[in-house]
């Protein structure tokens, strides 16, 4: 099937792949009263004496925006927030089938922090947690940083943390297949965006000790002038050992490749010259930094590809529903690194000791086992790390 001619005639056909739909019936006058006036304004009134009170009385305990300022679409790039609109109704159908979250596409025509900022802040009444998407670094950072500072409501950007928890959990996995300890690895991460960024913190935070971050000019290192506010942040926390040159000087020796970038940028060559039973993550889409073919060809022990077509997907749909449900079901504050290491492992724990393989590391992205495990797992980790409200 050629997906995406098939697509553009089913968006056509669909015309919108999400809607809203009444939880009431109001087909008698004494429904009516009841969902409308008279009778609605009780409720107004119980909400005007304690705002707590609607999360009880509406349907904000369930709500999220999925909210984009249309500059980092998918592989895409920039095509302005109109055109992002398809991803974002997608986004919110996964998060109602696997997640039961009610979830609405938000896409702001703004490219300015403050105004994008301001504007998710003036909504906050009206939804349980705020899921942001698709915004282009750097100013992602910022605009997730002051909405966490701000909001008193669950912020969470999926590019960076959902890419960051999903990728961790497919390494867990292809940890026990290739019999190395996550402390003792070599990990080099090709792309230094928000996913590439947000994965070296998680991974440090994990216990990875020596991790080494590229962009398309090569090696980020501590002191270079060229690097933004982001890139020198977490230029001065990887590259410990100090490595200078391009990505095949940092993928010598290499256990670990995690590749968020661009297309074929990954030669054979440079999956030979890493360390024995590599591991290999290729998640640039549609086309991967290199095929699976040939990163299995060059010696790599474990593949994994952002394509639904290969083996080991590394989806963030294994990721957002469940860590949103958890989250949305305790009325958690915040969503923070517990929550996010509890999904990660949750993830790795559906694929059994049985089932693991060099060709299944992660469940599949339509397992509602997984998506259940890790709400589970992310509301237990609210309570434990006291941000849950209820």
Known sequence: MNYREESLKKHAEWRGKIEIVSRVEVDSREKLSLAYTPGVAEPCLAIQKDI???FELTRRWNTVPVITDGTAVLGLGDIGPEAGMPVMEGKCALFKAFGDVDAFPLCIRSKDTEEIVRTIELLEGSFGGVNLEDIAAPRCFEIERRLKEELDIPVFHDDQHGTAVVSAAALLNA???????????????NGAGAAGIAIAKYLLRL???????????????EGDERLNA??????????????AGGLAAAMKGADVFIGVSVANCVTKEMVSSMAERAIVFTCANPVPEISREDALAAGAAVVGTGSSEKPNQINN??????LFRGALDVRASDINYEMMFAASEAIA???TEEELSPDYILPYAYDKRAHEAVAKAVAAAARRSGVARK
């Open 230 to 243: 982001a890139k020198r942040e977490i230029a001065a926390c990887t590259n410990r050992r100090r490595l």
């Open 175 to 189: 940890l026990k297949l290739v019999k190395k300890k996550k402390e003792d690895l070599n990990v080099v991460i």
């Open 349 to 351: 724990a559906c694929v």
């Open 317 to 322: 749909v294994l990721v957002f529903p469940g």
């Open 207 to 221: 216990g990875v000790k020596d991790v080494v971050l590229c962009d398309s000019k090569g090696i980020l290192c």
């Open 52 to 54: 707590e009170k609607s």
